[in-house]
């Protein structure tokens, strides 16, 4: 079996995408600090609990396996947070990837799937965002991300090692299956704050900013679905096992839904009524933030399964009713 490394892999996305690779037999080993991970959400494969700052740790990971590939989901991921600390997020985001990254070059591991981000673009100059589009980051998170990116570029002219970054939009959803979901704390993601009202966790929602230049005045967003984004992973598992490059590709559905419309689905969806509370706009929100995500169809035949926002709030639902997991 090939053995893939996946690092944060009790994480939302990571332990998605581990339930994904042991259904398809692949050997999994997952790296957690669980700093913001959940040990039950590693539903099989080898768990180790320990901290990329610990080289130690990481050097006899590394000596007592033979890992085909890394996943790197291990990021913090908080905007504000960022900018209120950004050391925070240059240690964990750079300087821990940097440590994992010279691990593999001692080890001989010469692919890399990296979870990037759409914050690299910054302030969208035009929508749907291509690869091509600025990479002009305003804050320290996706600053952070592209460092991580101009870091493989140099790996790979260096070292050889070879790598797939991903950057994504706004994952959400949850397994079609009902097993793993979203439960971040704090949460900070759209769809979940809104099912929290829904299911009587959150008192009210809050729209922030309704006087966007969009339809209804409120922000668009491109959301895809976390079964979909696990496919997108493992296509670029398949792509650098046979061609041997390096590439990146923006993730999202292409369709922009506004906070408004996350919103009435959602009361849908739940057939539940919620307070809604229209706020002041949060500083640096984009009116709308659409991926372009062609290359990722034609390059590594990647298409949304999930693409309605309907289904994407109904998996979502499923899991906030069944485990109704605390703040």
Request: proline share 3%.
């Amino acid at each position: 079996m090939t053995s893939i490394l996946v690092v944060g892999g009790a994480g939302y996305i990571g332990s998605h995408m581990v339930k994904l690779l042991l259904g398809r037999h692949f050997d999994v080993t997952v790296l957690d600090n669980l700093s913001s991970g959940h040990r039950d959400a590693v539903v099989g494969g080898c768990f180790v609990q320990a901290d990329l700052e610990d080289k130690i740790a990481l050097d006899n990971l590394f000596a007592e396996n033979q890992f085909a590939a890394v996943m790197h989901f291990a990021s913090c991921i908080e905007v504000g947070e960022s900018v209120e600390r950004p050391g925070k997020y240059y240690q964990n985001n750079v300087a821990n990837t940097l440590s994992l990254l010279n691990t593999m070059v001692v080890h001989k591991v010469k692919h890399f799937i990296f979870s990037s981000t759409a914050a690299i673009f910054g302030q969208p100059e035009y929508t749907p965002i291509d690869e091509n589009h600025p990479k002009k980051p305003i804050n320290p998170y996706g600053k952070s991300k592209l460092m991580v990116e101009q870091m493989l570029e140099d790996f790979d002219h260096a070292h050889g090692l070879k790598s797939v970054c991903l950057r994504y939009f706004n994952a959400a959803g949850a397994d079609p299956e009902g097993q793993l979901g979203e439960r971040h704390n704090p949460e900070t993601h759209l769809i979940p704050l809104v099912l929290q009202a829904a299911s009587r966790r959150r008192k009210q929602i809050y729209i922030y900013g309704s006087d966007y230049e969009t339809e209804d005045g409120t922000c668009v967003r491109d959301y895809i679905h976390i079964s979909d984004l696990c496919d997108a992973h493992l296509l670029a598992l398949a792509y650098l096992r046979e061609n041997q490059q390096s590439n990146q590709f923006n993730l999202g559905n292409g369709n922009g839904f506004s906070v408004r419309e996350v919103i009435d689905k959602t009361s849908q969806v739940t057939q539940k009524n919620f307070e809604v509370v229209d706020s002041e706009r949060r500083q640096g929100d984009p009116a709308v933030l659409v991926a372009d995500a062609k290359k990722a169809s034609e390059v590594l035949g990647w298409q949304a399964k999930f693409n309605q926002l309907e289904k994407i709030i109904e998996h979502a639902w499923q899991w906030e009713l069944n485990h109704n997991w605390p703040n």
